[in-house]
């Protein structure tokens, strides 16, 4: 009990979230407002989450990474996404946790959201239904994409998009210090009961 309370204690983590805007009007979001907090607890692990910006057709542009997207969705088209994990330079190694929400799951081809974070190595944590774990440990001042891209089924119409108007991929990180948990399943267990539940997060990242 002794250990498992120091390593709680040493833990740090770290929550940011992605937040994709889907927009299925003709109308763009024009002026928005960014607002970034990160209050880190005790320890020398430290994660960032951002994206690559993207342009009015959703693909990506030159430009600083960001925290949000707006997309404007047809049916058949592919948008690129790429959610980022960077493990700081001066981190030490951490075991990595994301929470995707995706709310357009359902319209999206084969290449879903999902089965790129399979295959980029991310595997859903036993007893939740949008946790993954990162397949290995995480190490300083290395990235980790959780996946790239979104595409919208061809044969979805127009009323079928209009009911996703407003949807959001929403993606949050979290990240716990290796030492003291052989496996990431181990790490999540002594996570904070905050991170399992729409609660307040010690780190967050929000756009308005």
């Known amino acids: 009990m002794k250990t498992r309370t120091k390593a709680l204690i040493l833990a740090m983590c770290a929550v940011l979230l992605v937040t994709a805007t889907v927009m299925v009007t003709v109308a763009f979001l024009t002026s928005q407002t960014d607002v970034v907090k990160n209050t880190f607890t005790v320890g020398n692990v430290k994660i960032t989450l951002d994206e690559a910006p993207v342009d009015a057709d959703g693909k ?28 700081d330079a001066k981190s030490e190694n951490c075991w990595l946790f994301v929470k995707v929400v995706d709310e357009i799951a359902d319209i999206q081809d084969d290449t879903t959201v999902s089965a790129q974070m399979t295959a980029n190595g991310w595997t859903l944590v036993d007893g939740e239904t949008n946790v993954y774990a990162y397949k290995e440990e995480a190490v300083a001042d290395k990235d980790y994409v959780i996946f790239e891209s979104f595409k919208i089924k061809g044969d979805v119409d127009n009323t079928a998009l209009a009911e996703y108007d407003g949807k959001t991929v929403k993606v949050e990180a979290y990240a716990v210090q290796a030492e003291g948990f052989t496996t990431a399943a181990a790490a999540w267990e002594a996570a904070p009961n905050s991170w399992k539940m729409d609660a307040p997060v010690t780190s967050e990242a929000q756009t308005n």
């Open 60 to 87: 990506e542009v030159d430009g600083k990474r960001v925290i949000e997207n707006n997309y404007h969705l047809f049916p058949g088209k592919t948008y690129d996404k790429d959610p980022t994990i960077h493990v």
